[in-house]
């Protein structure tokens, strides 16, 4: 921790590579001899990072039961039609209810694996600026910074994997039917079946969680640093 204070005092001044390149220079001489770690090291170990925990995050969301059966990201009826849910339970529905979370579930893991392109698209596009910031950052800088840069397109990318995704599993029409029935209960606030736009975000907030633990690892502990260049550029957190 005390190399990571020396470092962030260093660089906070610092903006261009020439001056970092320096600055790191001259501190890695007493460190690692004639191999300093470079503004490039840095880059390319934090997008090996960055890879690996979106690789893993991606693998544990898209199998089966990755969300239905993990409570940190497992998607619920929608929080703003609870009263839908709570109704049909009360008529004799909660099975139909659960059927239809199940397979809500079931459309977020089969679009999971399509979202691994799209974050390494980003991550291609991360400059040695933005990479110094990731590693002065806090434990999810990482995660954040693909948040920040990656959520509008992941989005628009993701919404119509997302209903295919739905469609094939048939949570839409498990959906509609609900909704449909509760619409038909007299005196009761109709609602709109529209179920897309609830499950993109939520797929997409899974998947930042797994990222944001799987970039906490590689942090944290040494074991989860699985190439040398990792070990070189996160032994700096110590």
Not at 30 to 59: F, H, Q, R, W, Y
Not at 195 to 209: E, I, P, Q, R, V
Request: hydrophobic share 40%; glycine share 6%; aromatic share 8%.
């Amino acid at each position: 921790m005390s190399r990571l204070l020396f470092l962030l005092s260093v660089f906070l001044v610092s903006c261009t590579s020439t001056q970092i390149n320096q600055a790191l220079g001259d501190l890695n001489k007493s460190v690692n001899g004639d191999k300093p770690l470079t503004t490039a090291e840095v880059a390319e170990g934090l997008k090996e990072a960055l890879i690996n925990g979106i690789s893993s995050g991606s693998d544990q969301a898209s199998q089966l039961d990755g969300y239905f059966k993990n409570p940190q990201i497992k998607i619920p009826f929608p929080p703003d039609v609870k009263r839908v849910e709570d109704r049909l339970r009360q008529i004799g529905l909660g099975g139909e209810v659960d059927k239809f979370i199940m397979t809500l579930n079931r459309g977020a893991e089969d679009a999971a694996k399509e979202a691994k392109p799209i974050f390494i698209a980003a991550i291609k596009q991360m400059t040695i600026q933005d990479a110094w910031g990731i590693l002065k950052g806090e434990e999810n800088a990482a995660t954040e910074y693909l948040r920040r840069t990656t959520s509008s397109q992941l989005y628009e990318k993701f919404k119509p994997v997302i209903a295919n995704s739905l469609n094939k599993v048939s949570a839409t029409k498990y959906y509609s039917d609900l909704v449909n029935t509760y619409n038909k209960i007299p005196m009761v606030e109709k609602v709109n079946p529209d179920l897309n736009d609830y499950a993109t975000n939520k797929a997409m907030d899974g998947l930042f969680l797994l990222i944001a633990q799987e970039e906490k690892k590689i942090r944290q502990d040494p074991v989860a640093r699985t190439s040398d260049l990792l070990k070189k550029v996160f032994g700096y957190n110590k």
